[in-house]
């Protein structure tokens, strides 16, 4: 099928664009993430793509990048979520925020996004886990020992997003005892 076009930029109606590609003009949808990162108008632009046919429509979403199309992907696998709603979580959230609220499994995250509630979120959570790689922005949680665990679930349940709380668990001296570790962790972000 279609995977990947390449074209001058004609029109940006969010989320749609008008991609000319050798004088066809194609209608793509876009999430935000790609919408925003697009060039002028009359600029060239390459976009993978993804192609859903339907009894009623045959409809071309595009992306800048892989881990955008194939996230996407991910998505429509997911029962009860269809391209338009996938759109819409590429929209409310990048691959790499998307991928933290799944290995966090925050589901307040995802409810944020418009069109998704807390029954489509869980579902999302369960879906996603462990599909969508290794998120590798954030430490991984599995190299903190027990005393430096509690202190970064400590940190969260204050509010600290997980990011955050494992740097300062990280900058901690090795051995320090969990109370003492969240009284200098504390001092350490309020800084």
């Known amino acids: 099928m279609i995977g990947r076009l390449t074209g001058t930029l004609a029109q940006k109606n969010p989320p749609q664009v008008l991609l000319d590609v050798g004088g066809v003009g194609y209608e793509v949808d876009v999430p935000m993430s790609t919408y925003f990162n697009l060039p002028a108008l009359g600029e060239t632009v390459s976009l993978l793509t993804h192609f859903v046919v339907r009894e009623d429509a045959q409809v071309l979403f595009g992306f ?5 199309r ?22 409310g959230l990048n691959v790499g925020e998307l991928s933290q609220a799944v290995s966090a499994q925050d589901s307040a995250r995802l409810v944020k996004v418009p069109g998704i509630g807390k029954k489509t979120a869980e579902r999302l959570l369960l879906e996603l886990k462990g599909k969508l790689g290794p998120d590798l922005s954030t430490p991984q949680a599995g190299r903190l020992d027990d005393a430096q665990s509690d202190i970064a679930q400590a940190l969260q349940a204050l509010g600290y997003n997980e990011r955050d709380a494992q740097a300062a668990v990280k900058a901690l001296p090795a051995g320090m005892g969990v109370s003492d570790g969240i009284k200098q962790a504390l001092k350490a972000l309020n800084r």
């Open 70 to 91: 194939s996230t996407f992907r991910e998505l429509v696998r997911i029962s009860g979520v269809g391209p338009r709603t996938a759109l819409s979580i590429l929209s």
């Open 64 to 68: 800048l990048t892989e881990p955008e």
